[in-house]
């Protein structure tokens, strides 16, 4: 009895209220949330709360619209909760991702994003910040903005200082050996998600105000008003030599954020999870739990409701995950029980 009571304490007891006063903020100061692992928390809700055919709709709704790699999310989101798809969607999917329809769709899609900075899909992002990478993009955004801004008409102060920035960052990165690349790769996604409308409102506020802090938008005025932006050599040119007394440091923090979002999930995925970040404890949330779910993210998000890897660390998970042991080791035991009776009555049977 002292055994069980010993068990029931160590195995039940205290997992149950350690998960009570972790949900509850009690532990906060006690208990790094890095060391406890979502994984397990994030697999039993799915397969708890999502049934099969909320998923077989899901994959079949991205194949109808063209949608390719947000099947392929759903699908990876299903072999990852251990739920099984019909096989005439897999049939169907297995289909879609044929080589010469890949081929055909991404071939476009990239020759357009790196022309029009703008981007659809996987291959379309790529193709934009491919642009921007090379300062193409760069150049050309000045150049558009830039006009405008020298015009004294409206313009996207945005886009012409993530602009600015990624000349800045080029020429940092060469001078670091590629250090600051990151922060190139940050800008360009964020380029093309407000190019998109994936940026939202209240973050694309947020940013302004950082990028004010940044960049001395009158000077630049100036800068530019000295130059002929559809020459693109001498817009490159006066635009390096203004960039090289830019402050990159308040941008660095969120660009960095989404450069490591990109690196987790992909460039298309990372533009389309900014249309659910608010500010930067949000990007900064997401890019932690891509760290963990990568391309399945916005996926998960959308499936479950929750845009942290906190929320997924409940009482309720723990007792689905705590079940899902108890019938795994009733099995076992079962199973040992059947297997030494069974033999007992084969071993009777040769007596006789």
Known sequence: MRLFNFLFVILVAFPVAFAL????????????ESLIPAEPFIRVEIKATVPPEELDLAVNDALDTG???????????????GIALAPETTERLEDAGTLLLRVSRD??????????????????FVGAITSDLTVVGDVRDIGREGSKLVAGEDYSQLILGLSVVGVAATGAT??????????????????????????????????GDIMRKAIDFPGLRRTLSN???TDSAATRRAVTDYASGINLKPLTPVLDDMAALQRNTGPAESVRLLSRVEDTNDLRRITEMS???GVKTRGVMALTGKT??????????MVRWLLEWVWAIAAGIAT???GAGSRRIVRRVRRA
């Open 21 to 32: 006063a972790f949900e509850a903020g009690l532990l906060d100061d006690y208990v790094d």
């Open 291 to 293: 760290g963990t779910l």
């Open 336 to 338: 040992l029980i059947f």
């Open 67 to 81: 949608e390719y790699e947000d099947a392929l999310m759903y699908a990876e989101i299903a072999d990852y909760a």
């Open 308 to 317: 942290s890897l906190r929320a997924f660390k409940t009482f309720a998970n």
């Open 174 to 207: 060469v001078a670091t050996g590629g250090g600051a690349l990151p922060i190139k790769v940050g800008v360009s996604l964020m380029k093309v998600a407000k190019k998109t409308g994936a940026l939202t409102a209240a973050f694309a506020r947020q940013l």
């Open 227 to 229: 130059v002929s932006l």
């Open 107 to 124: 071939t476009g899609s990239f020759f357009e994003g790196f022309l029009t900075g703008e981007g659809s899909d996987t291959a379309g």
